[in-house]
């Protein structure tokens, strides 16, 4: 982790020295080429995985996609790249990517020494551990000596870390790569337990040969926000990725779908007419068409009907919505006012 952070400083420091660098802002940069650059996991059920084809699917997927909708109008202007938990923070600083929609929690440290930015949640985890039920294990209390397998570069190494040292708890790290690796060391008895974000296991866990071998365990030990980052100083193109993301929340909030925002234009609601751009300039406040947000929107539609078809009632995994439900239905999803 500290070698990440120690690369992508040196990075951000080296793009800083010149004033010329952020002279002209991501979203023209993108503009000009004609396609979005996504960082993407290379296969995380639910968030982005291929098909045959090389079609990709998920939460984090459509979120780039609804992006590219309202930069260009179109959501298939946008290129996948899969990034690993190494080199996802610097593929920002050095321009491989536009924006990264991998996975990746928020923190201090990120957003104040990686020369990248936050924009906004796009969901809300935290990270668990996961057993064998053969083993018995109803409690993270009860891996007290036990082999863990995690990954390097990402916040589990730390939380695992601190979760056990503070409660007097010992416990032996097995470092893999990724988590592919990760669940092959575990379904090899090579570590007792497994951890990732909440999320991550229960995909995992799906492409097991037994899913219902495996459980997680209750505790969450961490809070982890989950969102897009983009490079430092391009404040603009922020602005575009965490305005489209909030315009898919603020959409479900008004009962907006992708079947029925085309009768929405109609709307005399001053909040929908705001956001689908049939009153006033929102868009060309972003450097938008004013129907950035109806083309997001048309494209992928809102966050809960992205939720349930990548994770929610609609897909294998069933997740149920907890914390990523509207605030107004007990959960923390809340945009900003259009106004």
Known sequence: MKKLIATAIIGAGVLSTSASVYAADKLEEVKARGVMKCGIHPGKAGFSTPDTKGNWTGLDVELCKAVAAAVFGDASKVEFITMNSRNRLTALVTDEIDMLARSTTFTATRDGLNGVDVTTPWFYDGQALMVKKELGVNSIEELDGATIC????????????????????????????????????YLANRCDAVTNDASALAADRQGMPDPSANVILPERISKEPLGAYVKQGNDEWRQVVTWTAMALIEAEEQGITQDNVDEKLNSTKPDVMRLLGTEGSLGKNFGLDDKWAYNAIKAVGNYGEIFDRNLGKDSSLKFDRGLNNLYTKGGLLYAYPFR
């Open 150 to 185: 995690t990954y390097p570069g990402t916040t589990s190494e730390k939380n695992i870390n601190d979760y056990f040292e503070s409660r007097g708890l010992s416990y032996k790290a097995l470092i893999v790569e990724g988590s592919a690796e990760s669940t092959a060391a």
